[in-house]
């Protein structure tokens, strides 16, 4: 870990570790099972395992972290183990909300992305509450993609360009990739430039589809309630070599 560490250290000192990072969170239930344990169980655990790699991307100097906590496809999910989400969703949020009104010392700003339409409305009170709270901090922006889809996204902001096409707030030749990139639920915030997938998995599972375009990958084969500080620092070891040329030489 001390090698490591230092690894990192240099990595900061060459401006070599990526603006934003994307997360896929996946491998609880697996997790769990191993252990002879209940699913929930599993998502409890990786809900720590969360919370310990914002506060490490804060400390080494992250600007943006996106998580996948929840897609729109995990409604099929037994109705058990949804409801165990959202309630440790629930917790996160009075958490962070609680951490914001003592005076936010970890100085982080929390956003949602995703819909809301699905969810309970004392979540999505919640949420609001705590997005308004967080939102002049200026550490780390961590996004919670919460009953999201990088599909059902982009179907949004397609629609949203429609209706302004039609009100003749814009004209069809307005809609490039920059202004589609404004309707996106990541306005305003860079791509990302390195997602992670743990548990062994190698495929990108709808997560900001749109944003990913020139995004590197890196797949680990640990499942998420394992992955430590240790897992990152390898992650940013491997995206330090990668060359990234956006299509150049």
């Known amino acids: 870990m001390i090698q490591i560490t230092q690894i990192i250290k240099e990595l900061t000192a060459k401006n070599a570790l990526p603006t934003?990072?994307?997360i896929i969170m996946d491998g609880n239930g697996?997790?769990?099972k191993?252990?002879?344990l209940p699913r929930q169980v599993g998502h409890r655990y990786g809900a720590a395992a969360f919370s310990n790699l914002v506060d490490y991307c804060q400390e080494i100097g992250i600007r943006y972290l996106t998580a996948y906590m929840f897609s729109t496809e995990n409604w099929k999910r037994p109705q058990a183990e949804v409801d165990a989400i959202m309630n440790l969703l629930r917790e996160y949020i009075s958490e962070v909300f609680?951490?914001?009104q003592s005076g936010n010392r970890k100085?982080?700003?929390t956003h949602f992305i995703g819909e809301r339409v699905r969810l309970a409305p004392d979540i999505v009170e919640n949420m609001a509450r705590v997005e308004a709270l967080s939102q002049d901090c200026t550490g780390i922006c961590v996004n919670i993609a919460l009953n999201y889809g990088g599909?059902?996204?982009i179907v949004h902001a397609a629609q949203q360009a429609a209706n302004n096409v039609s009100a003749g707030l814009i004209k069809p030749e307005d809609i490039t990739e920059e202004y589609l990139s404004g309707l996106m639920f990541t306005a305003g915030q860079p791509d990302p430039d390195l997602i992670i997938r743990p548990s062994g998995e190698q495929r990108t599972s709808n997560f900001l589809i749109w944003q990913s375009a020139y995004s590197e990958y890196v797949f680990m084969d640990v499942l998420w309630p394992d992955f430590k500080p240790d897992h990152l620092d390898k992650?940013?070891?491997e995206y330090a070599k990668r060359s990234r040329r956006f299509g150049g030489i």
């Open 20 to 22: 934003h990072i994307g």
């Open 30 to 32: 697996r997790w769990a």
């Open 34 to 36: 191993k252990r002879g």
């Open 98 to 100: 609680e951490k914001n």
């Open 107 to 109: 100085n982080y700003r």
């Open 151 to 153: 599909r059902s996204e």
């Open 235 to 237: 992650a940013l070891m």
